[in-house]
C-alpha cells in the first residue's frame, strides 16, 4: 500500500488516548543566533522519551486480538523496543525485545521495566535477524520492524501532523532527523498532504549525522546504501535506511543535509541551555543541520522535530 | 498593605502578555516511586529560566513613566538579576545589577545579555547594600528588592494562581521552595484564598535545603534568622527570609520541611531522567523534601513549584 495523510490521520485517532500531545517551544535567543524562526516538537516530552512511542503504540493497537495474543517481537538497541514494550503492555500483551549485548544497561532495563522479555545476541545485524527469526518460529509472534512498517511510518507521521495543527501558519521548512527513515518519511507525506490543501507548499528536509550519512548517499545517487559502519554519537540515527522509507524519501523529501559531530554536541548543549530540556544527541542533528547550512534555512520558519530525550547523564559529551 | 488575591489576579492580567503560561507535567514513574500524585508546574521554562520573571515583571510594570525614567537597580547573584533586566528592557529602562564578583561569568554575562548594567562588589552583604545605596544617590533610581517587596510577592504569586487553575482538581498540598521567601509567600496568599473559595483546604508547604535552613528555624522559633552562612548546592536558595516575607510565612504557611544535600542531588537528576526537563538544584529542593519526608506526602496530590532551569552544565554534580 501506499501510506497517505489519511491513514496518518487514522493512526493519530487510534493512538491519541495514548499518547501525549508534546507542545511546541522556541527560544528568541535560538533564533537569534541561528538567522531563522524555529519551531521546535518536543518529543522528548513524549512517552518513553521519544516519538517513538506513536509508531509502537499504532503497529500494536492496529493489530487484531488473535495475533496480539501471539505477542509481538522487534530488535531494537533503543527507543523503539521500549515504545514496542509499552504499547504492547497498554494491551496486555507479550513483547520480546532482541538486544545487542552491548545495548546499554539503562536501555536494557528500560524495555524489561515495560515488562518485556529481553533476548541478548551477538551485536550483527545477521546474529539480530537469527534470534527474532528463531523466536519467531517458536512463538508465531508478530515482527514490529523498527522503520521498514506501514504502522510505524504513519504512526510517526503523527508527529507532523500535530506539529502542523500547534502552528499557527505552516512552517516553509519542515526538519525531521533520519536514520532508519520511519520519522522522516511519515513527516514527507504529510507536510506536502497538508501544503497542497492550503495551497502551499513546505521543503521537507532529513538531517542526518555525516558519521552515518547512508540516507544522504543513497539520496544523491539513487541507490540505497544496504550497509554502513556508523560513526556518530546520535545513537538513534546509526540505522541504514529501510527500503520503503528510502522509496519515499527519494520521491518526497525536498533535501537531506549532514551535520558534523561537534556540531551535534553544540547544537545538543544549546537546546539545553535554552529551552531548558533534555534532548538526546539524534534530535540535536537537526540543529546542528541549521547551523552548518546557515543559507538553506536564513529568515524562514522551521518547523524542527526533536525526537527524544534518553540520555545518559553520566556519559554527556561535554 | 497587605498582599491579597486580588493583587495577584492584578498582577497576573499585568504580565501575561510578557511571560509563557508554562505547563503541568507529570511523570507515573516518579508518583510510583514516591507514593504520591506529583504535578510539576515547570517555571524552569519561564522566561529568564525561572519564575522571577513574573515578580520582576509585575514590579517594572506597576511603575510609572516618570520613577521608571530613572531606572531600576537591584541586587542579586543570580536569576533576580536577569528577570529584572529583561522586563526593564521591556519598557526600555535602564537597569543596574550589583553582583558579587565572584558570582558566576555566565550569570553576569546573562543580566548584561538583557541590556542591564553590572556592578561588581565585595561579595558581602554591606558591600551589597553600600553599592546599591551610591548608585541610587547618583541615578534616583527605583530599588527592586528581591523578595521583601510587595509588587515581587503579588507576581511571584502567580505561579501558584496558573498551578491551581490548570489542575483539574486543586490539589490536597501545594510545595514551593524557600529562600529569601517571595515565591512562598505568594503563593501562600494565593493557595489558602482559592481553597477558601472552593470550600475546601490546602496546605501549603516550603521547602528548604538543610544547608540554608533559616525560614525553617524561623518558623519554628517564631524568631527571624538575620544571617546565616548558607552551605548548599540550591545557590537559588542561599538567601535569608526577607521581612514581610516572614510575616506571611509564619502566618499562612503550615509547614517547613528540609532536604538534605544528597538528596537534593538524586532528586535533581530523578526530574532531569524521568521529565527530560533541565531543573535547577534550588527546584530540585522540592522533590527532596517529599523523598525525605515520605509519611507527610503519601496518597495525596501535591502541586510543585519546579522554580528555575539555570544550571551550569560544566558543572553538575554527578
Redesign the interface.
Known amino acids: 500500500m501506499s501510506i497517505t495523510l489519511a491513514h496518518i490521520q487514522e493512526a493519530h485517532a487510534r493512538i491519541q488516548p495514548h499518547i501525549h500531545q508534546t507542545?511546541m517551544?522556541h527560544s528568541q535567543q535560538i533564533n537569534k543566533l541561528l538567522g531563522c524562526e524555529l519551531y521546535f516538537k518536543a518529543e522528548?516530552?513524549q512517552k518513553v522519551?521519544a516519538f517513538k512511542a506513536r509508531g509502537g503504540c499504532n503497529a500494536v493497537f492496529s493489530m487484531d486480538d488473535e495475533s496480539l495474543n501471539k505477542g509481538v517481537i522487534t530488535h531494537s538497541s533503543g527507543n523503539h523496543g521500549a515504545a514496542l514494550a509499552w504499547a504492547a503492555a497498554l494491551r496486555g500483551a507479550t513483547c520480546t525485545v532482541v538486544m545487542p549485548e552491548n545495548a546499554p544497561q539503562v536501555k536494557k532495563q528500560a524495555v524489561r521495566g515495560y515488562g518485556a522479555k529481553v533476548i541478548e545476541c551477538i551485536p550483527t545485524m545477521a546474529d539480530r535477524e537469527a534470534a527474532v527469526a528463531a523466536e519467531i518460529q517458536a512463538t508465531s509472534s508478530t515482527l514490529v520492524h523498527p522503520y521498514d512498517n506501514d504502522a510505524i511510518i504513519a504512526g510517526q507521521g503523527t508527529a507532523a501532523l500535530e506539529t502542523l495543527e500547534q502552528m499557527d501558519n505552516l512552517p516553509d521548512i519542515i526538519l525531521a532527523p533520519v536514520g532508519g527513515g520511519g520519522l522522516l518519511s511519515g513527516t514527507a507525506i504529510v507536510a506536502h498532504a497538508i501544503a497542497k490543501k492550503a495551497g502551499t507548499t513546505i521543503a521537507v528536509i532529513g538531517a542526518e549525522p555525516q558519521g552515518a550519512s547512508d540516507a544522504w548517499q543513497g539520496f544523491t545517487s539513487g541507490q540505497r546504501v544496504e550497509q554502513q559502519t556508523p560513526d556518530t554519537i546520535a545513537d538513534g540515527l546509526r540505522s541504514t535506511l529501510g527500503m520503503r522509507n528510502f522509496t519515499i524519501i527519494r520521491e518526497q523529501v525536498n533535501a537531506i543535509v549532514l551535520a558534523s559531530e561537534p556540531a551535534i554536541v553544540e547544537a545538543m548543549?544549546l537546546v539545553?541551555?535554552r529551552?531548558?530540556?533534555?534532548?538526546e544527541p539524534s534530535s540535536a542533528v537537526c540543529v546542528a543541520a541549521v547551523m552548518e547550512n546557515p543559507e538553506m534555512f536564513y529568515g524562514k520558519r522551521v518547523a524542527v522535530i526533536l525526537s527524544g530525550?534518553n540520555v545518559d547523564?553520566?556519559a554527556?559529551p561535554?
Request: charged fraction near 15%.
Open positions: 507542545p517551544m522528548n516530552l522519551g548543549r539545553w541551555m529551552l531548558k530540556i533534555i534532548i530525550g547523564l553520566d554527556l561535554w
